[in-house]
């Protein structure tokens, strides 16, 4: 059985950090990508960060560019993205997702989904 599970969410100010970890059991990844996607109240779910297996492609929206950095650690399965300079806009359930095929930032794309985890950013 397939699990994903987000740590790492939670309150904090603009211009703030915060690493997200995703840990992964019963899934191991090595023809496909996995990523992070978010979803504030009112949106539809977008994605913010995705990887290919061993680190050697990534991909990240615009709007996190040079912020935010998606990383995995193959021997503990677990997949991160430390976010950086944090806006308020950042504010959103963050979910990270895997077995993604295709392009990594389409939700669509993927077959297996955390529960998600908070992350509130205020000004």
């Known amino acids: 059985q397939v699990q994903l599970v987000e740590s790492g969410g939670g309150s904090v100010q603009a211009g703030g950090s915060l690493r997200l970890s995703c840990a992964v059991s019963?899934?191991?990844?090595?023809?496909?990508?996995m990523g992070w996607f978010r979803q504030a109240p009112g949106k539809e779910r977008e994605g913010v960060a995705g990887?290919?297996?061993?680190?050697?492609?990534?991909y990240y929206d615009d709007s996190v560019k040079g912020r935010f950095t998606i990383s995995q650690d193959v021997a503990k399965n677990t997949l991160y993205l430390q976010m950086n300079s944090l806006k308020p806009e950042d504010t959103a359930m963050y979910y990270c997702?895997?077995?993604?095929?295709?392009?990594?930032?389409?939700?669509?794309?993927?077959?297996?989904w955390g529960q998600g985890t908070q992350v509130t950013v205020s000004s």
């Open positions: 019963g899934y191991t990844s090595s023809n496909y990508c």
């Open positions: 990887i290919w297996p061993g680190g050697s492609t990534t």
């Open positions: 997702a895997a077995e993604g095929v295709g392009y990594c930032l389409r939700s669509d794309r993927y077959n297996y």
